[in-house]
């Protein structure tokens, strides 16, 4: 599965969901669910309407409050980011609300995952956290490094903040050498090159793949004072 890279307001996700963009995808969203049920049998059930109460909440009280919805619809969150992450991959947020792609390159999943043994043993405690995030998922309000549902078969909507960004680009610039295997400067260099090499046979993903697309995502991210959202 391909993680598509996306530039966001500097607060992240919360920033992309303006009451036009929810208006959008709430409709999109009930129409996906109910194109092919028979008339009259096209309520939601249970859990894809308590979907749509969330987006509802958001719509009357903000985006923000999605960092702290009512305990009635925290169990919908994670429902919600794996259904945008669908309505924002497929482009069905229509041209006037355009998500703008940071970077052409675009990882798979397994990519990702496998540049976490280099990024673990090269990089500071921050952005082995953030990059959680990437691999994994993530919820406005959680804390980093803390996931939402980590080490899910599917892997949520994650994003950085602009500030967040930042601290990934330099820390990459000043562990990680560049391409085309973006290998450790110093210290654990050879250990972190065979680990590299087992965990990659093992997930068959290539870190430097996952590491160029980010590069590059967090130089435009940097220059243009915007977050990054990853969707797949």
Do not use: N
Not at 128 to 135: E, G
């Amino acid at each position: 599965m391909d993680v598509c890279i996306f530039l966001t307001p500097p607060e992240g996700l919360t920033g992309l969901l303006t009451p036009e963009r929810l208006t959008v995808f709430r409709a999109w969203f009930i129409h996906e669910w109910t194109q092919d049920a028979p008339p009259g049998e096209q309520e939601l059930e249970e859990d894809l309407q308590a979907t749509v109460t969330l987006v509802d909440h958001l719509l009357q009280q903000g985006a923000s409050t999605l960092a702290r919805p009512p305990e009635r619809l925290q169990g919908s969150v994670v429902d919600l980011l794996d259904e945008l992450s669908d309505f924002f991959t497929r482009g069905e947020h229509g041209e006037d609300h355009a998500l703008v792609l940071a970077t052409d390159r675009k990882p798979e999943d397994r990519d990702v995952q496998a540049a976490e043994a280099v990024i673990g043993s090269a990089c500071p405690e921050r952005t082995r956290q953030l990059w959680r995030h990437l691999a994994w998922g993530r919820a406005p309000g959680m804390e980093v490094g803390q996931g939402i549902g980590l080490k899910r078969q599917v892997p949520s909507l994650g994003y950085w903040t602009a500030t967040e960004a930042k601290q990934v680009r330099e820390d990459l610039r000043e562990h990680l050498g560049g391409p085309p295997d973006y290998k450790p400067v110093r210290g654990m260099a050879r250990f972190t090159s065979m680990l590299q090499r087992g965990l990659s046979l093992a997930s068959r993903g290539d870190p430097a793949v996952a590491l160029d697309a980010v590069t590059h995502a967090v130089d435009r991210a940097a220059r243009e004072g915007s977050g990054l959202l990853f969707a797949r």
